[in-house]
């Protein structure tokens, strides 16, 4: 192993800072001697979760389990293997290596799934070019140069046409040898609708790409005046490698743009994407429907940058724009919104572009504002605050908001804010808030109370006496290789089965390190990653792993006298559970007398193996 990608992990991770790694994906923030995040894994909405070691390397989330190095971090992130993890790593750290030439990124795509993006490819090819060369295709092409969009930008956002007479890309693609399934697969026809024609015939196609730019799918728009079809877009439907729910439209052209400029803008419509980047705006990313998913949320967390939220001026336009600030707001991701105060009439960027042109679209791009004035702001327009309904519903519904803040300069301005709104004096309005606040406090003790009784079950599974000492071995372990070889000497074996494990992953950890090698808990996550060890088992021993190392910074600093006691403990509740085991195993069929002799020779016999244990341990 030694020379191979075991020993190359080594070195990366030697020259690595977990802390910047995991700071290219995510907002991480100093706490103590760690780093804690929320965690990018889960759909977590609060601090306290997810933890970083700088000086461990490791990190761990507490609440889905997620744990390991900083190369097992980029894995996770790209959802990649292993290996392309090693030289992603190696690419964020700037590591400079001969070896990494050496390895090769894997392609472990499975081959049905390859023969789908392949497909798919040649679909996107087809619509391309039936837009550029074929005679249908001119008017869909009048129809985007007339919209604005030159050939330079056509072919950049992957924009086609599906040739009305649906049957030709059919027989084109069989001309290629894909199978009707294949072709199936892709989601561009129906098995059961025969004879076979394209579903997406006589629309302009924008093709659908994932986070690794390969095409899953199309969404379609019809442009013709007389076309009497029901949808005006319609989408691939779900397929093997397409699912609206976990895409963003352009999203890997605006990755690598986001990430330098630090933010993003969150659109509603491909064309006002694409209006952004007419522009000069390379950082747009668009919904693929009105729902803000859970995928979705992990897309813009990892982009890490502010979220610049744009949708449609129209009622269900800013109705979405609340809705998808408050989920915002609950990640506790980093967003503004683009203000909805405007003067003139058009309700998305696209339509700003074409009656005012660029100035008047950056102009209106850059003007952002905080969730509270965005509130404000839409509610006055919503309401009819001449009424006394409208001016206590104004106040009401700006509660949740204010209940959050921790600032009292803020406080203050947006309680002023709605006393001139609603004509209410700026005690009444503090006093409402107060009162919100209580109900809340209220709301969240019966929560409290709920879950404390939800840990009082949980407690009852606490670790035994046994598991805690041998957990606080094992934890030493991680810390020492002179210690691994005194669990050798004095013990050399774990009850606790997860625990035996990770030992014996230890000892088979020294044994591949050579002299040059450091022993840490970093360096032994990167040994169990690799291929070198098969281990089926490599998550939860992963997890095992950063969870014992991270609470250990708890446990006492080792001493060889804490070393013993432990061991004592250890072989006395074995002891303890041997005897209490062999009691319950012969008394089954005795009388309460016999039961009673018995526990008497049993506790003798105990205390007899238990000064026999402290002998050998202080001989």
């Known amino acids: 192993m030694s020379g191979g990608l075991f020993d190359l992990a080594n070195d990366i991770l030697r020259n690595t800072d977990i802390v910047e790694v995991i700071s290219h994906y995510i907002k991480v923030e100093k706490k103590g001697r760690n780093y804690t995040s929320l965690c990018p894994f889960h759909d977590d909405k609060s601090l306290g979760n997810f933890y970083i070691s700088r ?16 190369i097992n971090f980029v894995q996770r992130m790209e959802r990649c293997s292993y290996q392309e993890a090693i030289l992603k790593t190696a690419e964020i750290i ?9 390895y090769q990124v894997v392609d472990n795509v499975d081959p049905e799934t390859r023969e789908i993006q392949n497909c798919l490819k040649e679909i996107e090819s087809f619509y391309e070019n039936s837009l550029f060369l074929s005679e249908n295709g001119k008017d869909a092409l009048e129809y985007l140069h007339n919209r604005g969009l030159t050939d330079d930008v056509i072919k950049t956002f992957k924009i086609g046409y599906a040739q009305s007479k649906g049957e030709n890309i059919i027989e084109f693609l069989k001309s290629k040898n894909y199978s009707i399934k294949t072709i199936a697969d892709t989601g561009i026809i129906h098995l059961e609708n025969t004879p076979y024609r394209d579903l997406n015939a006589g629309r302009i196609t924008f093709a659908i790409t994932d986070r690794n730019n390969q095409v899953v799918g199309f969404s379609c728009r019809k442009f013709r005046e007389d076309d009497n079809s029901a949808a005006k877009y319609i989408n691939t439907s779900s397929t093997k490698l397409f699912n609206k729910g976990n895409l963003l439209y352009n999203y890997y052209n605006a990755l690598g743009e986001a990430k330098k400029v630090g933010y993003v803008y969150l659109l509603e419509g491909f064309m006002d994407v694409i209006a952004c980047y007419r522009v000069g705006i390379k950082s747009a990313i668009g919904l693929m429907g009105t729902a803000l998913t859970k995928d979705n949320l992990q897309g813009l967390r990892y982009l890490n940058c502010e979220i610049r939220l744009c949708l449609d001026l129209d009622g269900p336009g800013q109705s979405n724009m609340l809705k998808i600030a ?9 967003f503004k919104l683009v203000n909805n105060i405007v003067d003139f009439k ?58 959050t803040l921790k600032d009292n300069l803020e406080i203050d301005y947006y309680i002023n804010q709605l006393v001139n709104i609603s004509g209410y004096s700026y005690d009444t309005v503090y006093k409402a808030l107060k009162r919100y606040i209580k109900q809340l406090d209220k709301k969240d003790k019966e929560a ?3 879950l404390s009784a939800v840990e009082k079950s949980e407690s009852q599974k606490m670790l035994s006496r046994l598991q805690l000492a041998e957990k606080q071995v094992l934890r030493y372990m991680l810390d020492s290789k002179d210690v691994v070889e005194k669990y050798d000497l004095k013990l050399g074996y774990f009850s606790t089965p997860i625990y035996r494990e990770i030992a014996n992953v230890i ?4 044994t591949h390190l050579n002299s040059e090698r450091d022993y840490d808990v970093k360096n032994l996550m990167a040994f169990i990653s690799s291929e070198e060890y098969g281990n089926k088992n490599k998550e939860k021993i992963l997890s095992q792993i950063t969870d014992i190392a991270l609470e250990g910074f708890e446990i006492p600093p080792y001493s060889d006298e804490q070393f013993n006691d432990l061991i004592a403990t250890i072989n006395k509740e074995r002891v303890e559970n041997q005897t209490l085991d062999v009691y319950k195993n012969s008394t089954l069929n005795k009388t309460e007398q016999e039961k009673a002799e018995y526990a008497y020779t049993c506790i003798a016999k105990l205390k007899s193996l238990i000064e026999e244990e402290d002998k050998k341990r202080r001989s």
């Open 507 to 510: 000892s088979e950890y020294i």
């Open 326 to 334: 408050d989920i915002l707001s609950e990640a506790n991701i980093n």
């Open 55 to 70: 000086e461990k390397g490791i990190f761990k989330c507490f609440a889905c389990q997620a744990g390991g190095n900083a």
């Open 448 to 450: 409290f109370d709920s």
């Open 346 to 403: 058009e309700k998305d960027t696209d339509e700003i572009l074409k009656k005012y042109g660029d100035i008047k679209l950056k102009e209106y791009l850059s003007n952002l504002v905080s969730k509270g004035e965005w509130l404000l702001n839409y509610y006055k327009k919503e309401l009819n605050l001449t009424t006394l309904d409208g001016k206590k519903k104004i106040v009401n519904y700006l509660m949740p908001f204010l209940s």
């Open 94 to 102: 700037g590591y400079r290596d001969t070896r990494l030439l050496s």
